[in-house]
């Protein structure tokens, strides 16, 4: 057994067998990448793939669109510090993802839409679609792009002794040369490659890992107990009860519920039962990261705890110190596998964002060369503000994940109250819409500037009010905003003129079996193929089991 007293290795030097491993993935990578680069043809071949897609390549695209290396650093770092409670925003989701392919994926593909912005436009107004176009490009900055880079440096460096800015620039060329090349098909069909390598990689570690302690029971005694206890009480800093089970689930709506990057690989489904069935495999995969992830870091903290007082230094610690050569080569190409999945769907669906969302509203009369250039330049600005934000995360969090959350939790309040009751009443209308998104935008904004400054600045507010805001968790300060902003989307909508409903066809459940109409002269509506009887079968039966394997975990974790 490894003891903590054993002297930390600075940094590996790559054996020749771990770099071969490295260059068969990048290899196979760019192979599929470019295969799909000299099949696609139109717009909707590009940016959905031509809507296609089987339930095993969306389920696979969807999990590692989600897991990247700010989930290696920053749910093992978690893990680490305060133990499996982080887990449950992933075991949370395999239930948000049933929401997705029940509740909203039917209205998603009847309305024939490429992208969010423009389902929201549908159903309010124009403002909402801006409203949402441009939250999400800030939102990929600030949560995926930027956190990305800097979770694979911070392995890459520590392990490797790679540099940050070299490594970033590397993975973001490697990433987007693939990416611009194919498109969506190219992305899924390598995240699919991708998220068997990162399952195989993690899995191997946690199996190292849990052999070194002596075994998951003898891991227990080696922590303190409530690290194996996941339902923390309402005092909690980061963890209530409270807000894991009311305030994480407004956070889960909106990032796989209504976010491009999830729901445009859904989109891109040859039907209904497909588009089910990838969210449920989704769901199933979602399970994992709680023991491939968030367990490693538990056991980097009870072999090496005088290396991990950095938390997010506790999955490179293990790489370091329990691989052989080998399955060095193999996690790196697993830690790769994780960023590069989730960058290059987060590149496609911001072109896909900019490029209909803005460009061509802008210019209708744009050739299809012209509306690619632009999205390829706009995405490259978007990652070059990327990297330049990489250097103020530390100053939010020590905790990479709970950062990641935490600023997710003052973006997603007024999205998940528009769309949920959006798709449920058919009052609600335009006004009320971008009313409530304004006023979420300024309650979230309020408090991540209060935030920074007082952890930044080391300053102290004195005003009682100004102190409550900055204190209050941020999954609780998420109920809160969800509550404000259903009031005024509410409010708003009463107090001003209802919408056309014909306006509304398919839209909402009080619309859904009326006729939809063209959005314009000459743009046919695609009737997607429902879900055979045996389809739907299968789909319930595995939807019930991925919900009792979910309730069963909880239950002896609590």
Known sequence: MLYASEVAVAHRNLATI???????????????????????RTSEDYFLAGRDIGWFFIG????????????????????????LAVGHFEWLACLILLILGWVFVPFYL?????????????????????YLAGISIIAYIFTKISVQLYAASVVLERVAGWSLWKTAVVLVIATGIYTVAGGLAAVIYTDTVQTLILITGAVALTVIGLGRVGGLEHLRTMVPPDYFHMIKPISDPNFPWTGIFFGAPILGIWYWCTDQ??????????????????????????????FMLVLPGIIAFALFPDQVKKPDFAYPTL???????GLVGLVMAALLAAVMGAMSSVFNSASTLVTLDFYKKIRPQASEKQLV??????????VLLGL???PFIGYISSQLYIYLQSVQAYI?????????????WPRLNGAGAISSLLTGFVLGATRFILELADRAGGSHFQSSAVRWLIDMNFLHYAIFMFVVCSAVLITVSLMTPAPDRKRLAGLTFATVDEKMEAVAVGTPVRKPAQETPTERRVNVIFSLVLLATVISLWIYFR
């Open 319 to 325: 790489v370091l110190n329990l691989l052989p050569v």
């Open 110 to 130: 009847r309305s024939n839409v490429f992208t969010m912005p423009e389902f929201l436009e549908r159903r309010f107004n124009r403002q909402s679609a801006v």
């Open 373 to 382: 250039n632009f999205g390829r330049v706009a995405t490259g600005m978007m």
């Open 18 to 40: 771990d770099l071969v491993i490295i260059g068969v993935y990048f290899a196979i990578v760019f192979g599929i990448g470019m295969y799909f680069a000299r099949k696609e």
């Open 388 to 390: 330049l934000w990489v």
């Open 261 to 290: 990057v999830i729901v445009q690989r859904v989109l891109s489904a040859r039907d209904e039962g497909h588009a089910k069935a990838g969210t449920i495999f989704a769901g199933f995969l979602k399970i994992l990261p709680v």
């Open 60 to 83: 696979a695209s969807l999990f590692v669109s989600n897991i990247s290396t700010e989930h290696f650093i920053g749910l093992s770092g978690t893990g680490a510090s305060s133990g």
């Open 412 to 424: 997603s309040p007024p999205i998940s109250a528009c769309f949920i009751l959006g798709i449920l």
